[in-house]
């Protein structure tokens, strides 16, 4: 990994109305990294993903794409606010895969792959096609091209999303709990695709209650909570030796184990997951 991040996070903050959604957060994503997010619902997990991928606006801080700014510009030793179109450019050098498939029904499977090259980045359309072609090859649905959305399983769905995320040559995915829609048969399909991009060296944020997965998965594994970031460190660090009580308790409820004190049994009763 080079020590230059691909996304640095700094002191960020944002609100909705009078909730505090996200409270300081600072984080470093390097590249070829791959950073797991874990915790309570409320936390704000989706809520960071969001605002990295500009959906949502912050209210303070600063986030960086390979050194530029996100979402603003230095106009007369003042920030101000990007238009537009130069918002949207910086969107297009990250992949954003929802919880929700967000695939367009009237289009094929192909076409929905081959419009976010075409729209995005003005590939024209047979190189767009023929990239597109790899990379459902690559998730696993070479066969599906001329298929419609309505057709496709929950799973198969969204791995159509993660193509076509992956078509605009990414700098960074984001992942957004990509397997809080499916069954619980169709999990595995997805978390598969995912793993296969953390092997070949995809720079990732991953937001997801699937545990197991998070830990397989991560260099790094970030526990929230409050809108804050409560510890930060490798797979086994977060798991076999949690430092907080807030994040021994959390894991409690995955492990099925009681909290080990008096104290971490009442911090699990009053949060809210």
């Known amino acids: 990994m080079s020590d230059t991040p691909v996304l640095r996070i700094r002191d960020v903050r944002k ?4 909730h505090l959604a996200l409270d300081g957060v600072s984080l470093d994503v390097h590249e070829g990294e791959v950073v797991t997010v874990i915790g309570p619902s409320g936390s704000g997990k989706s809520t960071l993903a969001r605002c990295v991928h500009q959906l949502e606006g ?3 801080g600063a986030m960086y794409l390979d050194g530029e700014l996100l979402g603003y510009e230095m106009h007369r ?12 450019a910086q969107r297009g050098r990250m992949g954003m895969v929802f919880q929700q498939f967000n695939l367009f029904a009237h289009w ?11 729209l995005v980045h003005g590939r024209r359309p047979e190189e767009a096609r023929g990239e597109a072609l790899r990379l459902l090859e690559r998730v696993g649905l070479a066969g599906k091209a001329d298929a419609h959305p309505r057709m496709l399983s929950g799973g198969q769905q ?3 999303a993660i193509a076509r995320a992956l078509a605009t040559n990414p700098r960074i995915m984001l992942f957004d709990e990509p397997t809080s829609a499916l069954d619980p048969e169709l999990v595995d399909e997805v978390l598969s695709v995912v793993l296969d991009l953390a092997r070949g060296g995809m720079t990732m944020i991953i937001v997801t209650h699937e545990m197991s ?25 977060i798991f076999d030796n949690p430092a907080s009580p807030r994040l021994r308790a959390f894991l409690s409820r995955f492990s099925g184990r009681a909290a080990h004190t008096p104290d971490e049994r009442e911090l699990e009763e009053e949060s809210t997951f």
Do not use: K
């Not at 094929?108 to 075409?118: D, G, H, I």
């Not at 997965?213 to 660090?237: K, L, S, Y």
């Open 15 to 18: 609100r909705f109305g009078d």
């Open 58 to 60: 912050i209210d303070g």
């Open 77 to 88: 030793g003042h920030l101000r606010p990007l238009p537009d179109r130069r918002v949207a």
């Open 108 to 118: 094929s499977v192909l076409r929905n792959v081959v419009e976010a090259q075409v």
């Open 158 to 160: 969204q791995r159509v």
């Open 213 to 237: 997965f998070a830990r397989e998965v991560a260099d790094r594994c970030v526990f929230m909570e409050n809108g804050q970031i409560i510890e930060t460190g490798t797979p086994e660090e």
